[in-house]
């Protein structure tokens, strides 16, 4: 696949902050795009020539990035062809990443099973599984005890919902790219907010959408940004319930005025993790034709894969019938074991909620011990910091945090064009203890960066 000059331009972003000679921050730049798999294997890149007027530079500086990369592995080059990406034969990095049981991870923000709660919704589950057994079992709306759940979970928020109104996914990053499959042509426009939730950038590209960022304010949202770009979108997705990943939680005034003309799809999957706030309003209590997707993953656990949709019969009828093409159905079992869990009102449980007070708190304790020049905001809910360095380093912290026994998500994931790259995500799903470790090493990483040492780790998969 051919690589556009202004895409990658686009994508090296801010390449000429920083220090060192100009090629090297090139090279560098591009390494850790092939290395966070923003540039995939095999892409074909732009010849000197025309990136190196995209980049309003000389060709000698994009030849010597690119010769750097060739002899490091990175580019493979043939007479009169386009260098192509590939990754160094020695480089196995995601194997000794994942083998390490002594690696602290910190690119998922998903917490870890509540088994004493698991247990009795499963053992509830299969003495239900018998009364299905005289169907086919692949229903792809979902079961109706769970459509009846997730609708009485919406009521109890305030939001009055009938189970016709609901369609079980196998979580809510499956129900998002249901909805950009049914609802988005290519080149259609999607407004997102930037930063965030990375895989819903790859939900919309995939079905070769543009997407048309919104940046998030100090405070969070920009209604009359909002607005404008609103007019232009085909589609605009937003997470206004402690959103991923800046853990701000959007004002009820903001609600109440924004009021986009296109259909709005709005993710939450983080709105029962209110820890400082009240939990917040569900959006489409202001804008009724909203589509609203959620999961038990963040609020219960990540492993049941459920999620859904909660929209018009209408549309809810188009996405079934887009579903076959990737899925017939959701296991039935883990249906019932999360009708059980949402009954009984699990999503919201004082003890995990006070448990990630907790963790947030010794997070950023540890922060401001180890990492004092990092700034972070207190999030009203969710499971992650938005963590901002002094200096452009995110990406390189990335490649490199392994070596320290630690994994982080750069910045630039949860944005587009090379945005972020002062910024790292981090999750306080962990016990302070290992938290607390895991910043200790991020700041011998940090160290380590500032040395001038180089990481070749690709990254870890982030959820
Ligand atoms: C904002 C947001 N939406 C969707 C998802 C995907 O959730 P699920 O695990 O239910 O597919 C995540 C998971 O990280 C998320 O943070």
């Known amino acids: 696949m051919k690589v556009s ?26 390494r850790l ?10 892409a074909a890149l732009p010849s000197e020539r025309d990136l190196a007027a995209a980049l309003s530079t000389s060709r000698t500086t994009v030849g010597a990035a690119y010769r750097t990369l060739t002899e490091h592995g ?10 192509t990406v590939r990754l160094p034969d020695s480089a196995s990095p995601v194997r000794r990443m994942t083998a390490d049981p002594e690696t602290i991870d910190l690119s998922f923000a998903t917490p870890p099973a509540p088994a004493e709660i698991l247990h009795p919704a499963f053992a509830t589950a299969l003495e239900q599984l018998p009364r299905h057994f005289q169907r086919h079992g692949s229903d792809s709306y979902g079961v109706d005890e769970l459509r009846e759940a997730v609708a009485g979970w919406f009521d109890r928020r305030g939001l009055p919902t009938t189970p016709d109104r609901i369609l079980i996914t196998n979580g809510a990053q499956h129900a998002l790219a249901l909805l950009a499959r049914t609802l988005l042509s290519p080149r259609d426009k999607v407004l ?22 919104v940046a998030m304010t100090a405070s969070g949202w920009d209604v009359t940004q909002l607005r404008a770009v609103g007019r232009e979108a085909h589609l605009a997705y937003l997470i206004p319930d402690f959103h991923n990943p800046t853990g701000l939680c959007m004002p009820a005034s903001v609600r109440r005025t924004v009021g986009l003309r296109c259909p709005t799809v709005i993710d939450e999957t983080m709105t029962d993790l209110a820890l400082d706030a009240e939990a917040p309003e569900p959006f489409a209590l202001h804008m009724p034709t909203a589509i609203s997707i959620g999961s038990v993953s963040k609020s219960i ?12 019969p209408s549309l809810l009828e188009r996405v079934v019938q887009a579903r076959p093409a990737t899925d017939l159905g959701t296991p039935v079992v883990e249906q019932l074991a999360t009708a059980v869990l949402l009954n009984e009102g699990r999503t919201r449980w004082a003890t995990v909620l006070q448990q990630l ?9 540890a922060l401001s011990e180890h990492l004092p020049d990092v700034r972070t905001e207190r999030s009203a809910g969710g499971l992650t ?5 002094p200096e452009p380093i995110a990406s390189r912290l990335a490649a490199i945090a392994p070596d320290h026994g630690v994994t982080v998500a750069a910045g630039p994931r949860f944005g587009i064009g090379g945005a972020f790259e002062r910024n790292i995500r981090i999750p306080y799903t962990l016990p302070p203890s290992q938290l607390t470790q895991a910043v200790r090493r991020l700041a011998q990483a940090e160290q380590a960066l500032a040395q001038g040492a180089t990481g070749t780790h690709t990254p870890a998969p982030i959820a």
């Open 301 to 312: 656990w990540g492993g049941l894969r459920i999620g859904w949709i909660r929209a018009e």
């Open 5 to 30: 000059s202004h895409t990658v331009a686009r994508m090296v972003g801010a390449w000429q902050e920083g220090p060192g000679p100009a090629h090297r921050r090139l090279s560098d730049r591009l």
């Open 74 to 83: 990175y580019l493979a080059t043939r007479e009169r062809a386009r260098a």
């Open 33 to 42: 795009l092939v290395l966070d798999g923003r540039l995939s294997l095999g």
């Open 385 to 389: 910091l938005w963590a901002t360095f």
């Open 357 to 365: 007070r907790t963790q947030r708190d010794a997070l950023r304790q």
């Open 192 to 213: 997102i907010e930037h930063p965030t939730y990375l895989h819903a950038i790859r939900a919309f590209t995939t079905e070769r959408a543009r997407l048309l960022p």
